[in-house]
């Protein structure tokens, strides 16, 4: 199943006595199941992104003890009353039969996450129930980076492999270890602006289960528009050979999982077809550069 991508966000319904144990953790006064929206969040994966870099498996368990109880900001705007949502409690888990685009079985640290219901957050709880795609940012420190291709220290240029490179058919990535901190992650409607401090950003949405990504595909509407542009965009990325206006045709009427699983397949396409992801997600490479290059603090 591939939920991880173009996924709703909302509710994760039921709160059990569990949560609320976890979540009174970090309340000063008691809350109640009333008191308390929760919702479920992929941070980060093992999956190489679009600095061609990837966290080890490792670095992502600890990553996932790191982040419980961290804050999250809405929109980026570090302000305390922005500090909406805290995870109470994450694990990084294997998504069954997915794999990397190197070929590595593929594991996220999902997180879950509360926000108090007060007057001040009725305009994040609606927009994370609409169902609309959100990306999601995570800030961290890492201590260490290593070339993929010969394990020498790239942050300090041992090696004069580039990252996105093929040396005799392997991909040149930085291979992130040694997380030191965990210090926030964020989430926007917009895709996020690049700048220091909020780097490591993943296409990566707040997720839910299938059953509740399919109920609110089939009730929002604004997140079938969605999901058919992306559908689109991968196939024309994908070089289906269809044109767009054709495929949108096309894609207009499948349903959303069907959709899903069109898009799955392009992008497993376009995947193998730039196996160091496309350019046309690399946003200006000089972006990235100016990125790769700024203190390291991913
Ligand atoms: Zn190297």
Not at 111 to 137: F, H, Q
Not at 189 to 201: D, H, L, T, W
């Amino acid at each position: 199943m591939n939920k991880s991508k173009n996924a709703p966000i909302g509710s994760d319904g039921e709160i059990t006595e569990s949560d609320m144990e976890l979540i009174n953790k970090y309340s000063r006064k008691k809350l109640s199941r009333e008191d308390v929206y929760t919702f479920s969040v992929v941070l980060c994966d093992n999956d190489v992104d679009r600095d061609h870099e990837y966290f080890t498996v490792d670095t992502l368990q600890k990553l996932a003890e790191m982040f419980v109880g961290v804050t999250g900001i809405y929109d980026h705007e570090p302000s305390a009353k922005n500090q909406v949502a805290r995870i109470y409690e994450c694990k990084c888990e294997r998504v069954e039969g997915k794999k990397t685009a190197l070929g590595d079985d593929y594991f996220r640290v999902v997180a879950k996450a509360y926000i108090p219901v007060c007057g001040s957050t009725d305009e994040i709880i609606s927009l994370l129930d609409s169902g609309i795609r959100k990306e999601v940012s995570v800030g961290c420190g890492i201590g260490k980076c290593t070339c993929s291709v010969c394990g020498a220290n790239m942050r300090d240029h041992e090696c004069t492999h580039i990252r996105g490179e093929r040396y005799g058919g392997k991909l040149c990535c930085g291979v992130l270890s040694e997380p030191t901190d965990a210090y926030e992650w964020s989430f926007t409607a917009v895709p996020a602006q690049r700048k220091a401090g909020v780097i490591k950003s993943l296409y990566h949405d707040v997720y839910k289960d299938a059953d509740a990504m399919q109920r609110a595909a089939i009730q929002n509407e604004r997140f079938r528009s969605y999901l058919i542009l992306e559908t689109v965009k991968a196939g024309v990325t994908a070089q289906s050979g269809i044109n767009s206006e054709l495929l949108e045709k096309m894609v207009s009427g499948l349903c959303a999982d069907d959709m899903i699983k069109l898009k799955t397949l392009f992008e497993e396409r376009a995947s193998k077809m730039y196996p160091a992801r496309s350019q046309l997600d690399l946003g200006s490479s000089d972006n990235n550069r100016e990125y790769t290059n700024s203190e390291y603090s991913i």
